[in-house]
């Protein structure tokens, strides 16, 4: 982590943040059940509950038990998601009747996410190339109940299909190092032999992901890593391609903006449109949130 | 089969993929590509005809209003432990176990005895639930 010391701001603050343990959130399924209801719920079976001040349907939560041992996470009441990793969705915005890919979907918290803004109508395709990583999807697709969903198993970067969807989330497979707090051997940085691979294979993704979606459509690009060349890096690949443009992008919580230069790489002010979130800013993950609307 | 469980109307279509019915409400399904899935399963197609799965009866949750059996909690304990009630009185054949209000999955009435049809991973995790709800301190 120690090449990052330079970008991010408040370095002390940020490696506080890493060394305590990370709040549980839990983000109701709307579908099934109203965000007092299961409030009520679960205030009475002793768990202490607190409203994200940025959305009503997630909490964080504290119990006796683990929040994935309740009997109504067994019943697809909620999903515990992470309140970084519920920002891509946030930024993509889809709706009801729609057509949107979630390209690289297991284990689903993002997709079972779609589904809510969509109101479980329209046509939600979640792929993934794992068939192992698939079980998990389903497993959460099936105990959420949602049936807009169609799930498909092949290399995001293959998908067949041209201008089909509205919008397409890419959540792309990375190095990880956003989520150092509750992986404690990512703390010391990913080796970047690992963040150039992937980054290779993020260029693919996104690339591909710009011919799926629709000419004028939004595809959002995302990651839980801290390392530019999976970040700003890949945005620029497309960028450079003519493939995209980018488009400013407030979220809801404190965040820094995408960088302009690393390590003499210059990716360019339009990348102050692109958001990055650390541990310190709001007490959670890190993560990276681009979002491209297709060249006409 | 679902109007035996009372279900007036499907909140979806049906599509029958891999020897199964699926309710879904996407309007196409993808071509050229491997899917998995197309909302959530049904029903599957069995030798001795469509046996209803626990999370289709859980999706379509309060629209069951027949041939569903509610179960107290030590009932329900026994039955996911692979243990069968006798419950006289029951309707023969597949029904929608029921905790406190809630669908929890399919069950089957042979004779007199009710046995659970939950998958056995997701009964180790209601198992698993149930346990520690014991150990909690209910407020209402």
Redesign the interface.
Known sequence: MERYREIIPEWEAFWEAILRPLPTVIRTNTL?IDPADLRRRL????FDLRSLPWDETCFEIRG???AG???E????YYYIQEATQLLPVKALAPKPGEHVLDLCAAPGGKTTQIAQYME??????A?DSSAKR?QAL?AN???L??????????PGEK???EGEFDRVLVDAPCSGEGVARRFPHLRKGAPLSAVLRLSALQKKLLARALELVKPGGIVVYSTCTLAPEENEGVVKYVLDRGLAELIPWEPPVPHAPGLIRFLGIEYGPEMQKTVRIYPHHFDSEGGFIAVLRRSL | MFQEFGVEEL??RLVFRHKAFW???????????????????LARVQSHGLKPTS?GL??L?KLVRKRRVEVSREELKELLLGRALRRPGLPEGYVALSLEG?V?GCGEVRGELLRCQIPRG?RQ??L???A??E??????
């Open positions: 099934r205030e009475r079976k002793g006796e038990i683990p041992n309740a009997l996470h067994w019943l697809g479980d109508y329209g046509l939600l395709v792929n698939i389903l697709v099936y105990r109940g949602i049936k807009c969903v169609v799930v498909t198993e092949c998908f067949p299909g | 909140p979806g309710l879904t409400t996407a309007p196409e399904i993808p071509e050229k590509v491997r899917v998995h899935a197309v909302g959530v399963r999370f859980m999706a949750g809630e929890l997701r995790e209601l698993v639930a149930l520690y709800e150990k909690l301190v209910f407020r209402g």
